[in-house]
């Protein structure tokens, strides 16, 4: 079986957060992974997954919102 990887969201290009948020263990935003984004899943910055993808995080409005009301811009 091939391993995925795995990491952590606030160092993942598929998280993404509010235009001014920081980037910390406990800032809240959406995963846009393509698979996932019909679960309009919200999570922290210290959640993690093995859809990572090293890079940095996207930013849009209402990405903290519960539920979320921002569109993924990538």
Known sequence: MKRSPWG???????WQIELRATVKK???G???E???QPFLLRVSGNS???RYMKGT???APGSSKA????KPIR
């Not at 539920?67 to 921002?70: F, L």
């Open 8 to 14: 952590l969201c606030r160092t993942c290009e598929w």
């Open 67 to 70: 539920p979320p009301t921002a």
């Open 26 to 28: 406990d800032t809240l």
């Open 48 to 50: 993690g997954c093995n």
């Open 30 to 32: 959406l995963c846009i």
């Open 57 to 59: 995080p996207a930013r």
């Open 34 to 36: 393509e698979k996932l």
